[in-house]
C-alpha cells in the first residue's frame, strides 16, 4: 500500500498496510484517535486505495479513479456525516437509509466496490447504529464500509465486534494534548485575574476550532482550577491543589465570585460535551460566561 503522505504510527502503518496488501482488509474499517483532519486523510487514502485500479502499489494517487475521489466526486464513494445544516450535530436514521441501506445493494459504476465513507460515525444515534448494524453483519458483495471517528466508545458493542479498528493516535499525543489544555487554562486563569477578556479569548485560540476534546479538556481544567481556588480561599488548601495560579484567583475574588465561576466552568462544560454546541462558539460563551461571573452578571448562576 503506498501511504503517500499520510502520516500513522509505525505499528497501524504495518498492520494496515499488510491488511490490504493480502486483500484481507475488512469490509468494514474503523479509524480512530488522532485530529479529524488526520482521520480524514486516511479514510480518503484508504478509499483511494480501494478504487485504484493501477497496476503495482495502490493508491496510485493520479489516476482518474484516485483523482474523482480527493475531488469528492467519485460515483461508488458516499459519504455520510453529522447533520450539519440542520444543527441537530447527528447521523439520523434516514440518512443511513437512504444514502446507505437504499444504494448498498446496486451494482458499483466503475470501482469494484460502492464505498461507505461514515464521518465522525459516533455521532451515530442508536437507531441509525443498529440501522447500520444489519448490513455490517451481512455485507452486501460488492459494498465496503469506512468509519472514523473520535470516541470509539460511544459506538454499539454489537458494531465493535464486526469492524476491523485501526488507532492512528501517535503515542504521547497524550501528553501533548493535556499540556496544551493546561497551558490554555493558565492562560484563561491569568486574564480572568487581570480582568482582560480579550485575552481569555486569545488564549484558548491555540486549542483550534476542530477537536471538541479540547473545549471539553479546557472546560474540565477549569472547573478542576476553580475548585482549588476555592479550597485556598475557604482556608482549606489540603483538599485541593494549593498551586500558584490558584492562589492568584484565591487572592483576586471573594468566595462567592470564586464558587459561581465554578458553577460557570461546570455548566460551560455541560454545555461543550454536547454536539449540539458548535465548537468555536463554546470558546466565546465560556470565556464570556465566566466574565460575567467574575463581574456578577451571571444570570444562570442560583448565588
Ligand atoms: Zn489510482
Redesign the pocket.
Known amino acids: 500500500m503506498n501511504f503517500g503522505r499520510v502520516k500513522l504510527p509505525q505499528q497501524t502503518r504495518r498492520q494496515l498496510g499488510a491488511a490490504f496488501d493480502s486483500g484481507k482488509l475488512s469490509h468494514a474499517v474503523l479509524i480512530c484517535g488522532g485530529s479529524g483532519r488526520a482521520r480524514k486523510a486516511v479514510a480518503t487514502l484508504l478509499t483511494?486505495a480501494m478504487v485504484?485500479r493501477?497496476p503495482g502499489e495502490?493508491?496510485?494517487?493520479?489516476?482518474p479513479?484516485?483523482v474523482k475521489v480527493r475531488d469528492g466526486v467519485h460515483p461508488d464513494v458516499t459519504v455520510v456525516k453529522p447533520d450539519e445544516g440542520k444543527k441537530s450535530g447527528i447521523i439520523r436514521v434516514e440518512d443511513v437509509r437512504e444514502l446507505i441501506i437504499r444504494r448498498c445493494y446496486n451494482t458499483p459504476n466503475e470501482a469494484p466496490a460502492q464505498i461507505f465513507v461514515i464521518e465522525e460515525a459516533d455521532a451515530m444515534n442508536i437507531e441509525s447504529q443498529n440501522t447500520l448494524l444489519k448490513v455490517i453483519e451481512e455485507p452486501p458483495a460488492s459494498a465496503r464500509f469506512l468509519l472514523h471517528c473520535q470516541q470509539p466508545g460511544k459506538l454499539l458493542e454489537t458494531i465493535l465486534s464486526r469492524v476491523d479498528a485501526y488507532n492512528i493516535e501517535e503515542p504521547g499525543a497524550g501528553e501533548r494534548e493535556s499540556a496544551k489544555i493546561r497551558a490554555a487554562c493558565d492562560a484563561v486563569a491569568d486574564a480572568l485575574a487581570a480582568g482582560d477578556e480579550y485575552a481569555a479569548m486569545m488564549a484558548t485560540a491555540p486549542l483550534g476550532e476542530k477537536e471538541r476534546k479540547y473545549l471539553t479538556g479546557l472546560c474540565e481544567s477549569l472547573t478542576s482550577l476553580l475548585r482549588d481556588a476555592i479550597a485556598v480561599k475557604a482556608d482549606c488548601a489540603a483538599l485541593g491543589r494549593d498551586d500558584a495560579k490558584a492562589r492568584a484567583l484565591a487572592a483576586k475574588f471573594d468566595l462567592n465570585t470564586l464558587l459561581r465561576l465554578e458553577q460557570t466552568a461546570a455548566r460551560s462544560l455541560r454545555d461543550a460535551q454536547s454536539t449540539n454546541t458548535q465548537i468555536k462558539l463554546g470558546y466565546c460563551l465560556l470565556t464570556a460566561d465566566l466574565f460575567d461571573a467574575a463581574s456578577g452578571k451571571d444570570k444562570g448562576a442560583t448565588l
Do not use: A, K, Y
Not at 495502490?58 to 489516476?63: D, Y
Open positions: 483511494q485504484c493501477t495502490r493508491p496510485c494517487l493520479t489516476c479513479q484516485c
